[in-house]
């Protein structure tokens, strides 16, 4: 079956960057007509959409985050990473990868990575 | 962005209660409505697509309806594993919104 893990650091301290890989088994991010996407959640709060890569190389990014945001994926690892720069507290956030899955226009988040904390902290 | 309204935030209800749970989109999505079960200190489980679809090995007893602006889950006849935070999220328009969640708690 399909499994997604998320690892990089727990700590980043402000205004770096913080860097996050996803590691997939189970599927081939380079052949299938899939989106893989990061997702948040501050801690006792809702989720928060990142954004996504296809495996065309297309991306999209939520525009709250645009500016800072970098999504690529490494092909030949069967990897994606999420860049995030000009880290805050505000970023603090339990980070997820997912896939999305569908058919013509209809996708949904089927099979999503344990998460892994990030603090943001000086 | 197209906004996700989930009220209440919170239910209490008992077992084998009937239990619906409500979810208003800000502008028509079709039925690109998703539905996840997200229990603590885990990730979103998915339960519902496009509306209605049950997810393959998710139990019979968890429905969606709705299209447009206004869409429900329903589980039938609540289990002592169904208390969790329960997420609506359209898929229609990027970004990609959830709603603020309705957690179901035993009354």
């Known amino acids: 079956q399909v499994q997604l893990e998320e690892s990089g650091p727990g700590l980043v301290k402000p205004p770096q960057t913080l860097s996050l890989i996803c590691t997939v088994s189970?599927?081939?991010?380079?052949?299938?007509?899939?989106?893989w996407s990061w997702i948040r959640q501050p801690a006792g709060k809702g989720l928060e959409w990142i954004g996504r890569?296809?495996?065309?190389?297309?991306?999209n990014y939520n525009p709250s985050l645009k500016s800072r945001v970098t999504i690529s994926a490494d092909m030949s690892r069967n990897q994606f990473s999420l860049r995030l720069n000009s880290v805050a507290a505000a970023d603090t956030a339990v980070y997820y990868c997912?896939?999305?899955?569908?058919?013509?226009?209809?996708?949904?988040?089927?099979?999503w990575g344990q998460g892994t904390l990030v603090t943001v902290s000086s | 962005d197209i906004q996700m309204t989930q009220s209440p935030s919170s239910l209490s209800a008992s077992l084998g209660d009937r239990v619906t749970i409500p979810c208003r989109a800000s502008?028509?999505?079709?039925?690109?409505l998703n539905w996840y079960q997200q229990k603590p200190g885990k990730a979103p489980k998915l339960l519902i697509y496009?509306?209605?679809s049950l997810q393959s090995g998710v139990p019979s007893r968890f429905s969606g309806s709705g299209s447009g602006t206004d869409f429900t889950l329903t589980i039938s006849s609540l289990q002592p594993e169904d208390f969790a935070t329960y997420y609506c999220?359209?898929?229609?328009?990027?970004?990609?919104?959830f709603g603020g969640g309705t957690k179901v708690e035993i009354k």
């Open positions: 189970g599927d081939s991010i380079s052949s299938s007509n899939d989106y």
């Open positions: 999220q359209q898929s229609d328009v990027i970004p990609l919104t």
């Open positions: 502008q028509s999505i079709g039925n690109y």
């Open positions: 997912a896939r999305e899955t569908g058919h013509s226009f209809e996708y949904h988040l089927d099979c």
């Open positions: 890569i296809h495996a065309s190389g297309s991306t």
């Open positions: 496009a509306a209605s």
